[in-house]
Structure formats: C-alpha cells, structure tokens
C-alpha cells in the first residue's frame, strides 16, 4: 500500500509554500526542491508518514520541518518519528 496522497498533498503545498521545484520521488517519501540558488532533500521515512495523523501533519511541517529546512541551506533533512537528522546531500 503506498503513501496516503492526501499527506504527500499537504508535504508537497508546505513545501511549495517556501521553495520551488517541489518534486517527489516514486514513493513518495523523498522530496527535492529549491529556492534558486541551492536545493534540499526532505526525506520522510515511511515509519513517519504512516504514524503522523492529517491533522497534525500541516502543523507539524509549518513548527518544525521548514524552520529546520530554511536553517540549514541546501542540506538534507531525514525525519521519522520521534527523531530528525540533518546532513549533507548526496552528490550525484
């Protein structure tokens, strides 16, 4: 069973909120985007979104997961329940 889109629709309007080029992968769980000058990985493990209710998940992007994104430039953000780590992108 995949990702419940009703939650990558609300990670996705967060995201579009702040950055551009919002983009996910297949699964729905990694999203890449930027603000023209560099660009972000948010990874959110399946153990997250699945845990996270609706309702909680628009506030829970707007108090944490963007203020960390817009503290830490061009980084990756992996986030799952309970825990949020942050380091360097891949290099592809």
């Known amino acids: 069973m995949g990702v419940d889109p009703n939650k990558v629709q609300i990670v996705t309007s967060c995201l579009e909120g702040s950055f ?4 996910s992968d297949k699964l729905d769980e990694c999203f890449v985007f930027n603000d023209g000058k560099q660009s972000w990985e948010l990874v959110l493990l399946r153990a ?3 845990d996270i ?5 628009k506030a829970y992007m707007e108090t944490k997961i963007l203020p960390a994104l817009k503290a830490n430039p061009g980084k990756k953000i992996s986030i799952s329940t309970g825990w949020m780590t942050i380091g360097n992108k891949q290099s592809h």
Not at 20 to 23: E, G
Not at 53 to 57: K, M, N, R, T, W
């Open 48 to 50: 997250f979104i699945d």
């Open 20 to 23: 551009k080029d919002v983009r």
């Open 53 to 57: 209710s609706l309702d909680h998940l």
